[in-house]
């Protein structure tokens, strides 16, 4: 099937505004008789369902965590960008607009991105009305700086913590509506299904994860906000509770699954130190503003203590290849370029798996004071973690997955192939193409969240008769049912592993062989692995407790056993797409270390359809047209 | 009235009542030392300066330190009750690290004070505890009239071992109290920042200091020998 | 990197509870092969996983991030909520920080406005309602002025983010002997009351918060400060001053 994005034609800057006009409108006091899911509570999820309710709309809204404030978008670290031009440095919506196409190695849908670019300057004035303190200069006017992938500053941020201070100025605003009644929140419940009625999206079933009760949710509109899947890599950048679950389950509903190979690898994160590591901890990209990534230029002197390897000895590899970007290249590249270095035996650290980010050329210039103002937290957390000193001796780091591209496949309204289900932020595919810009991830959650949203699903909603939340509909019975007999069935292998063992494992597997670099052959040997690790799994996985309690290994479990299936599909994609594009990067396609696009075969966004367990899924296509950033070989050089 | 139902409300009164005792405190100290004999006629005439106070005055005042005292024990059991609710359960470890012993147990050295102060009532104001030394009984000239002589009560009081030792250890609990309260009385108020609050916290210590040593040097000399009457 | 194959053993003694009603108990483990590179929860996560082998049932415990930004995980270790390390929450506190045989005890917070759910997990949505209170300044989606209309001075803005540095972890409450919230409140208030676009409101959010404060069962202020040590945000005991003034001068407006 070809897919059809349903982009509005004509001129790329008039595209968002004529198409607002466009969409139907719901009269106001027809609103109150909506009913909306918003599952996910992070910067897209929290936007959405305050300025839903504020519109008058009943809203539901479901996170895992114990409070809406604690999804994972406040984990970002560095910024969010728009096309203010506050510095004059030449920055405009056209600029955005095509640096993130750029950016994305033009696997992006260009009104999507033209509207994201557009709608940018609206979330720095709404953030600071909303009280975000964002940093602000001795004027009192709001401060930016320069971000990987590009060459203005349009970056806004608030300390190291902007994704925290975005996120709770979306959960203030969803708390306002939670005390006025049109949002009614729930916490610690998990999305298990998603209930299809006659095809279209009619409610959900969650799990609650205090009592382990089954509950069905009805409404006219279920958005799914559920973030990204890096966690399929076991060890990523995501809090332990992200999970592809939610599109999964959506997924397997019947909602298209796009570009699932796309995911990006955070250049600046700190090294694994062991085995029993958990997690991966990303230092803001911002840190390579003022740091020097450097390895040795011989193997020998990888042992040594690298303020004892002489200048001349150190190769500035970014500086050496990009010298336009230095530093500062993209994401996709500096990752690629950390991972070439250490794969010629010239990485440090633990495993010879790490490259120096080296801050005392700048500390010469500017002082220590005045880095230890720009990053002092980082510093201090990186002190935490490896007991080193970061002042005093470069940082050791190291790629690791942060962030997924792909995600459930969406037309122009955000809307899926299933009517009445939208996917908003990072859980949807749509504008970061192949690669993401850094300070781009909590632009994109609040513009679908804030000012997409709120116009397109009213679109859809003026449409339809209002259907109530009443779930007495086999389907919802039969969701539940099948829920049911899916954590029976998992509680009852009581096998001998345990399911971390396993997510280790397929981790293992994706890494190696899906990870940063992929090859025809890494990837047919995950096509043959994980099947067979999945079908382990279901023989001989440990899961203790019963499902009628709080149980963390089941919640853990069920994960797994998504990402198990999910991890197939993964492969599958970046198996299809014979060309090297942002973050996917396949060894046999580049040219001199370069990533090598195939515009010809692949510019097109790959969605796929589950055809049932075990099945081969189908792929349908949307091609790409690139009518205002002309298709280019993307440099930095 | 959410002064005096809100938690910070009470408090504010609690600090208020508070410190308008700590201002008397230090009113009373500069009063006592006359015993030193700075004033004319020492302490004896200075029990008499305000004994010829005009009666509402003297009625007035002290009813108004009586609901000073009322109002912060009221306010200081019940907020402390509502506090012990707080926490139901204590930990297993005890790690404390800036709460001090004066700040755990105000409800305490506040009791104590309480029952030290009905005693010094009874003994100095009120003189039922030991009649034979009462100074309304014990008449002395100053100047050319007979006044109660005070100064012969308080010697007499303090030579006695017993009660020496009981004023000295409530200005120890006053100190105590103080030491805390003092400092807590800005905080409530809202009459601190990062950068003055430890610096408040200090001299609050020293004016609780400063009181204590003022206060004991009386039981404490007479009780030596040094002050006589 | 120096003691990287040298291993610890620890014994943990560690609070269970069924469920919000069972009366609860310490129970004794053993950690055994841990580095000084564990971090604190990655150490649970190998008791946990001996425990589900042996077919026991793990130790549950709330965490999600596990980067000390989320504010999910809220453990006391003796007696110092997050471990009582300086700026510190319990998933970024690191194993070097124990030696060898140490005996940890590993409790949940302890408040009245905290119930318990399970063994160290305890349920915060009182935090949730006081900021649903009025911690917020109430404008609409669009509709609001340019950014850089209103020009806000770097000291009230470098103030405001101190205060907006709490995670809502809870730890002030749980350090706190008597449970009260004024910490995560206070810096709430002080947040607002800086900034130019929260003093329209800043009366009536004060009033708000502090009743809903006291309805969800928090306990009052005595100045211990025991809050400001506990946070791992470093938040300081300043904004409980401010949030005083600020409720103080609220009742004469």
């Known amino acids: 099937m070809i897919l059809d994005g349903k982009c509005p034609t004509g001129p790329i800057q008039q595209t968002w505004d004529k198409h607002r006009f466009d969409l139907k409108l719901v009269n106001p006091a027809n609103k109150r008789k909506y009913n909306i899911i918003v599952v996910g509570t992070g910067l897209a999820g929290g936007a959405a369902a305050a300025s839903l309710g504020e519109l008058g709309y009943n809203v539901q809204a479901f996170c895992y965590q114990d409070s809406p404030r604690r999804a994972h978008s406040i984990a970002a670290q560095g910024g969010i960008n728009a096309a203010k031009n506050y510095p004059n440095d030449g920055d405009s919506i056209y600029r955005l607009f095509y640096d993130t196409i750029k950016g994305g190695d033009f696997r992006a849908r260009e009104a999507d991105v033209w509207r994201l670019a557009q709608v940018s300057n609206n979330i720095i004035d709404q953030c600071v009305a909303q009280g975000v303190p964002f940093a602000r200069d001795y004027a009192g006017y709001l401060d930016n700086r320069s971000f990987g992938g590009a060459q203005v500053s349009r970056t806004f941020y608030a300390r190291g913590q902007t994704g925290q201070q975005l996120l709770l100025g979306a959960y203030s605003a969803l708390s306002r509506q939670i005390k006025l009644g049109t949002v009614k929140m729930f916490n610690r419940r998990e999305m298990l299904d998603l209930v299809v009625v006659d095809g279209v999206a009619k409610g959900i079933t969650c799990r609650n994860l205090i009592t382990g009760e089954l509950e069905s949710y009805a409404a006219d509109a279920v958005c799914l906000c559920t973030g990204g899947y890096v966690n399929v890599f076991y060890l990523s950048t995501n809090a332990m509770g992200c999970s592809v679950t939610a599109n999964w389950k959506a997924h397997k509903k019947g909602a298209f699954f796009a570009n699932p190979c796309y995911t990006q690898i955070h250049p600046t994160c700190i090294p694994q130190a062991g085995d029993y590591q958990s997690k991966l901890t990303l230092m803001s990209e911002s840190l390579r503003n003022d740091g020097r990534c450097w390895v040795p230029k011989r193997k020998e002197d990888c042992g040594k203590h690298p303020n004892e390897v002489p200048e001349e000895d150190r190769d500035y590899y970014l500086e050496r290849k990009y010298p336009s970007f230095g530093n500062l290249a993209p994401r996709d590249i500096a990752s690629r370029a950390a991972k070439e270095q250490c794969d010629d035996g010239r990485g440090v650290g633990p495993g010879g798996r790490g490259v120096y980010l080296d801050f005392s050329t700048s500390i010469k210039r500017v002082g220590a004071d005045t880095i230890k103002e720009r990053y002092g937290n980082l510093f201090e957390m990186y002190e935490k973690i490896t007991d080193e000193d970061g002042y005093k001796r470069p940082m050791r780091m190291y790629p690791a997955p942060h962030y997924s591209m792909g995600g459930l496949w969406v037309d122009y309204n955000l809307q899926s192939n299933i009517p009445g289900l939208f996917v908003l932020g990072e859980a949807n595919f749509s504008v970061h193409g192949a690669n993401r810009l850094g300070a781009s991830a909590l632009m994109q959650g609040l513009a679908d969240g804030y000012f997409v949203i709120p116009y397109t699903i009213g679109g859809y909603l003026a449409t339809v008769k209002p259907s109530g939340t009443n779930t007495d509909h086999v389907e919802f019975k039969k969701s539940i049912e099948d829920v049911n007999a899916y954590t029976n069935k998992l509680l009852n292998v009581n096998g001998k592993k345990t399911v971390s063992e396993f997510m280790r494992e397929l981790g293992g597997l994706m890494w190696e062989n899906c990870g940063m670099a992929r090859t025809k052959e890494s990837l047919e040997t995950n096509l043959k692995k994980i099947p067979a690790l999945r079908e382990e799994f279901w023989k001989n996985v440990k899961v203790t407790g019963s499902g009628k309690e709080f149980n963390q290994d089941l919640e853990n479990a069920g994960r797994t056993a998504d990402f198990l299936e999910f991890a197939e599909l993964m492969c599958r994609d970046a198996h299809h797409r014979n060309e090297s594009c942002g973050g996917h990067f396949r060894v046999e396609y580049q040219d001199q270390g370069e990533a090598q696009r195939d515009d010809a075969n692949y510019c097109y966004v790959g969605a796929w359809e589950y055809k049932g367990d075990n099945k081969t899924p189908e792929l349908h296509k949307e091609p790409l047209k690139f009518d205002n950033v002309h298709l280019a070989v993307r440099s930095y050089k | ?229 | 990197m120096s003691d990287h194959h040298k291993t610890m053993t620890l014994t943990l003694i560690v609070w269970r509870q069924k469920g919000p009603n069972d009366p609860g108990k310490f129970e004794t483990y053993t950690a055994k092969g841990i580095t000084e590179h564990h971090s604190f929860l990655e150490m649970l996560d190998v008791v946990n996983e001996d425990l589900i082998k042996s077919g026991k049932e793990p130790i549950c415990f709330d965490h999600d991030c596990r980067e000390g930004i989320c504010g999910m995980c809220s453990q006391v270790i003796n007696g110092a909520p997050h471990g009582g390390q300086d700026r510190t929450t319990v998933c970024q506190l690191h194993m070097r920080k124990f030696k060898d045989g140490d005996t940890i005890y590993i409790e949940p917070w302890r408040a009245r406005a905290f119930p318990i759910i399970k063994d160290l997990v305890v349920d915060r949505s009182a935090l949730d309602t006081i900021v649903q209170a009025g911690a917020y300044v109430s404008c609409h989606t669009g509709g609001v002025p340019d950014g850089n209309a209103i020009l806000i001075p770097k000291p009230a803005a470098d103030e405001s983010m101190d205060a907006a540095e709490c995670v809502g972890c809870g730890a002030c409450v749980a350090g706190c002997p008597n449970g009260a919230a004024m910490l995560f409140t206070g810096a709430k208030v002080s947040q607002f009351a800086v900034l130019p676009q929260g003093k329209p409101e800043a009366a009536a959010r004060v009033k708000n918060l502090v009743d809903a404060m006291a309805s969800c069962g928090f306990g009052n202020c005595t100045n211990h400060y025991e809050c400001q040590v506990a946070c791992p945000k470093g938040i300081n005991v300043k904004f409980i001053a401010r949030m005083n003034r600020e409720f103080l001068k609220a009742q004469f407006v």
């Open chain 2, 1 to 229: 009235m959410q002064l005096l139902t809100s938690s910070i409300g009470r408090k504010i009164v609690m600090a208020i009542t508070g410190q308008a005792m700590v201002l008397f405190a230090v009113i009373h100290l500069l009063g006592n030392s006359s015993i030193f004999g700075w004033l004319n006629g020492g302490i004896n005439a200075y029990a008499e300066h305000l004994h010829s106070l005009p009666l509402p005055i003297i009625i007035g005042f002290r009813l108004a330190l009586l609901a000073l005292v009322c109002i912060h024990i009221w306010f200081g059991i019940q907020l402390t009750i509502e506090n012990r609710g707080g926490r139901p359960r204590q930990y297993a470890v005890k790690s404390t690290q800036k709460a001090t012993f004066a700040s755990e147990n105000m409800i305490w050295t506040g009791s104590l004070l309480g029952l030290f102060l009905v005693y010094h009532l009874l003994h100095f104001t009120f003189q039922v505890t030991s009649p034979e030394t009462a100074a309304l009984k014990n008449l002395v000239p100053l100047h050319d009239q007979m006044v109660p002589n005070v100064l012969g009560m308080v010697v007499a009081g303090f030579q006695n071992f017993f009660i020496a030792f009981i004023y000295a250890g409530a200005m120890v609990v006053l100190f105590l109290h103080l030491s805390h309260g003092i400092q807590s009385f800005f905080q409530t108020m809202g009459w601190s920042c990062d950068k003055s609050q430890p610096i408040i916290v200090k001299l609050g210590t020293l004016v609780a200091l400063v009181l204590f040593l003022g206060y004991v040097t009386i039981p404490l000399t007479i009780f030596a020998g040094i002050l006589k009457g």
